[in-house]
């Protein structure tokens, strides 16, 4: 029962350029109003919780700005921006009570008569994403009430056994109920599968600002694809850079589930210094266990039907926004001639093909590619 974030962390972290997305509603703690009794809703703290706190030291996290061009910092800054909604829905999908309780660890600990040990509720409550200690077995260290097992992802009074049972008796609602990107939900004696996109809608237009324009690569932008078929009210524009998602019958792909990794390399781009580079490069411990499992979630989505949605392509007509279509003319992953078959089915696009460059325009062709895109999102007005 386990679900990921993956495709709201792609969609906001390929926000890379002209996202003026602003941030989540502030979380520093509010005044206290005049005269509010300060023992009215107070919630229990653990004694230890300033302890738990002390043994987690706040780290700084900072990069060398002299690194990075203007434009770069800009879209480090951006990129900081779309995490802080990424928090603001994994708050809520750990729990829908999470707004709620913060709010009042927040009050509770800014009141005149504050603790310490308010004030370090407040700031584990922060570090945890919820009222449940992460290295106590997610014991209630805020309040009483335990953790849902299947935390916002499933109803509280659910169990697995149940759905089971559900599923077995209505094996059509398999995929709906047990896709990696759906809330699942009571409906009288029955269960729903709301997928994502619909059931933050309200939560994501009341971050406001105005609309963005979406950019997306291989699986991303896939993603940015099926985001844009269903609502593009928010968006600006649309860049897909060698998107998985369509399948042409005669246009034959690359394999990349069955590639080595010498082969993995060395098919993803046109500039073989590049792939020796990444052949030589000797991953950590913990860069080999993200890889693994960006594999593992690689194959959950793409391994069947191979990195394609059969509806998708018939729903393309609806991105009525302007679309950029940028390929790697060498790609050996999906070849370049499909961007003619997106091109066909999108009303407003433009198609560039960049020569001598693999599947990753973004890095093989960085300066080439990011001058395509701006140039098409600038002349976006």
Sequence with gaps: MRRYLLPLAALCALLAAGCTTSPPPAVA?????????QEVDKVPIAPDTPQRVAQLPRTVIDYDHALLTDDERRVVAKLIDAS???DELFLRQVSEDNPSMRDRLAKQA?????TPLDRAGYDYFIINQGPWDRLKDDEPFAGTAR???GAAFYPADMTKAELEQYVASHPKKKDELEGLFTIVRRDGTDFVGVPYHAYYLDFLDALGGPPVHLVGHSLGGWIAAEIAVRNASRLKSLTLIAPAGVR????????NFI???????????YDQALAEKELARVPTDDE???????????AKLGWEPRW???ALEGWLHRIRIPTLILWGRDDKLFPSAYARAWADRIPDVRVEIIPECGHRPQIEKPELAAQKVLAFIGGQK
């Design 29 to 37: 703690m509010p005044s206290a109003p005049v005269g509010m009794p």
């Design 84 to 86: 802080k909604q990424i």
């Design 110 to 114: 800014a009141a005149p008569q504050a």
């Design 147 to 149: 953790k849902p097992a």
């Design 248 to 255: 042409v019958k005669g246009m034959i792909c690359g394999d």
């Design 259 to 269: 590639w080595s990794r010498e082969e993995y390399a060395r098919n993803l781009f």
């Design 288 to 298: 080999a266990d993200i890889d693994l499992a960006n594999r593992y979630m690689a």
């Design 308 to 310: 394609f949605n059969p």
